[in-house]
C-alpha cells in the first residue's frame, strides 16, 4: 500500500509504547506535512534522560 515503515502505520492508529529504554515512553507521530512524519517520544515525569536534557539544552 506504500512505502512507510511499519512504524507509522502502527502509530497512526494512536500512542504506542517504546522510544525510551529509561522508562514508560510512548511514541505519538504527526504529520505536519504530506510525507512528513515527526515522532515524538513521551517520557515518564521521572525518566533520567528527561531530567538529564531539561537540566541542559534541548
Ligand atoms: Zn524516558
Same mark, same amino acid.
Do not use: I, W
Given at each position: 500500500? $506504500?512505502?512507510? &515503515?511499519?512504524?507509522?502505520?502502527?502509530? @497512526? @492508529?494512536?500512542?504506542?509504547?517504546?522510544?525510551?529504554?529509561?522508562?514508560? +515512553?510512548?511514541?505519538?507521530? @504527526? *504529520?505536519?506535512? %504530506?510525507? *512528513?512524519?515527526? *515522532?515524538? *517520544?513521551?517520557?515518564?515525569? %521521572?525518566? &533520567?534522560?528527561? %531530567? $538529564? %536534557?531539561? +537540566?541542559? $539544552?534541548?
Amino acid at each position: 500500500m $506504500s512505502a512507510r &515503515p511499519d512504524l507509522f502505520d502502527h502509530l @497512526e @492508529e494512536g500512542p504506542m509504547p517504546g522510544g525510551c529504554n529509561f522508562c514508560d +515512553a510512548y511514541l505519538t507521530a @504527526e *504529520v505536519p506535512f %504530506r510525507g *512528513v512524519y515527526l *515522532v515524538h *517520544v513521551h517520557h515518564d515525569d %521521572r525518566c &533520567p534522560v528527561l %531530567r $538529564s %536534557r531539561a +537540566a541542559g $539544552s534541548n
